[in-house]
């Protein structure tokens, strides 16, 4: 019988991933990772994700499908993979997702390394994406359920993660997980969705950084594209590219973040049309099937979540970058 390790949030999706399996006869261990404490986050005290409210709500539903069921203490890791990385980049003017660097570092590092100390053959998310084998090569696929799909946040995982990982719920709508939940009377049929970054459950990203990194950012001028001075910023953690509310400054234009220079505290408001480039440079890039394509291809690209994507070529190059031409 294959053993999988199941990781549990104590949501529904990562619930009912732990059921199916279970109705599928795998032999199923369910886990918790603690990434953070509210201390550690800069929070005050309250129901959060990782929250022991949660670790009850996993075990609960662990114990109700007669499975083994463990929480992981990832804190440290957490902090020096996630959290810090997050602060320190947006110090530096960019946008970090940290979704992506939990799944990477957490889920798909971490979790592995726990899996095999327990003889387990797969780990298994609530993660709405499917996997394809093609005969020669592992595939990561978008769900089914478009609105819910979440492969944008996997795109770092490799041939080996990818053939042993299991995604039970990338062939489901939500309204059928929460169906599902409901029949078998799981705890966390009812539980709502977590919508913000985990550590960061108000959404105030700027003081989230100034907690965390224990450095506020100095106040700096916005400018135009010649440079000229238009106005004074609170810190550029308050800001990132697109924005245009939330500015404080009374323009007779809609003005929208261009670029943000960290070192000199500027952060640059232009017009819509100063926004738009045809071309980027991509790091950090990961080709899934193993195999960097030696020439140009076509494939859709998109730099945010929840961003329509957009008709591409990518261009691989020697040093691991990427560069989509739109």
């Known amino acids: 019988m294959m053993k999988v390790l199941i990781a549990m949030s104590g949501g529904v999706d990562s619930s009912v991933a732990a059921k199916l399996l279970c109705d599928e006869g795998y032999e199923c261990i369910g886990c918790t990772m603690k990434l953070y404490d509210n201390c550690d986050a800069g929070l005050p005290r309250g129901r959060t994700c990782c929250s022991l409210d949660d670790v009850e709500d996993a075990r609960s539903v662990a114990f109700s499908l007669g499975m083994r069921y463990y929480v992981f203490n990832f804190k440290d890791d957490f902090r020096e993979k996630v959290?810090?990385?997050?602060?320190?980049?947006?110090?530096?003017?960019?946008?970090?997702?940290?979704?992506?660097?939990?799944?990477?570092?957490?889920?798909?590092?971490?979790?592995?390394?726990?899996?095999?100390?327990?003889?387990?053959?797969?780990?298994?998310?609530?993660?709405?994406?499917?996997?394809?084998?093609?005969?020669?090569?592992?595939?990561?696929?978008?769900?089914?359920?478009?609105?819910?799909?979440?492969?944008?946040?996997?795109?770092?995982?490799?041939?080996?993660?990818?053939?042993?990982?299991?995604?039970?719920?990338?062939?489901?709508?939500?309204?059928?997980?929460?169906?599902?939940?409901?029949?078998?009377?799981?705890?966390?049929?009812?539980?709502?969705?977590?919508?913000?970054?985990?550590?960061?459950?108000?959404?105030?990203?700027?003081?989230?950084?100034?907690?965390?990194?224990?450095?506020?950012?100095?106040?700096?001028?916005?400018?135009?594209?010649?440079?000229?001075?238009?106005?004074?910023?609170?810190?550029?953690?308050?800001?990132?590219?697109?924005?245009?509310?939330?500015?404080?400054?009374?323009?007779?234009?809609?003005?929208?973040?261009?670029?943000?220079?960290?070192e000199n505290s500027t952060v640059t408001l232009g017009g819509s049309d100063e926004l738009y480039s045809s071309t980027a440079e991509v790091r950090g890039f990961n080709w899934i099937s193993g195999e960097t394509p030696a020439e140009p291809i076509r494939c859709t690209a998109k730099i945010r979540y929840r961003q329509p994507e957009q008709p591409a070529t990518a261009i691989a190059h020697s040093d691991g970058s990427v560069t989509p031409a739109f």
């Open 83 to 262: 959290i810090k990385k997050f602060a320190s980049g947006y110090l530096r003017g960019q946008t970090p997702n940290p979704c992506i660097d939990c799944n990477r570092y957490m889920k798909f590092d971490k979790l592995f390394e726990r899996a095999k100390l327990l003889g387990c053959d797969k780990i298994a998310t609530g993660h709405y994406a499917r996997i394809e084998f093609d005969g020669r090569k592992y595939q990561l696929k978008k769900a089914l359920d478009k609105s819910k799909d979440q492969s944008y946040v996997l795109y770092m995982l490799t041939q080996e993660q990818l053939a042993h990982t299991l995604f039970p719920l990338g062939s489901l709508h939500k309204t059928d997980t929460r169906a599902i939940a409901d029949t078998a009377g799981l705890s966390s049929a009812h539980k709502p969705d977590s919508q913000d970054i985990c550590f960061v459950p108000d959404g105030d990203y700027a003081a989230a950084i100034e907690r965390l990194a224990g450095i506020k950012a100095p106040c700096g001028n916005f400018i135009d594209a010649s440079g000229k001075v238009i106005g004074t910023h609170r810190g550029i953690t308050h800001y990132t590219v697109g924005q245009h509310r939330g500015l404080g400054l009374s323009l007779p234009e809609r003005r929208y973040v261009c670029s943000i220079d960290a």
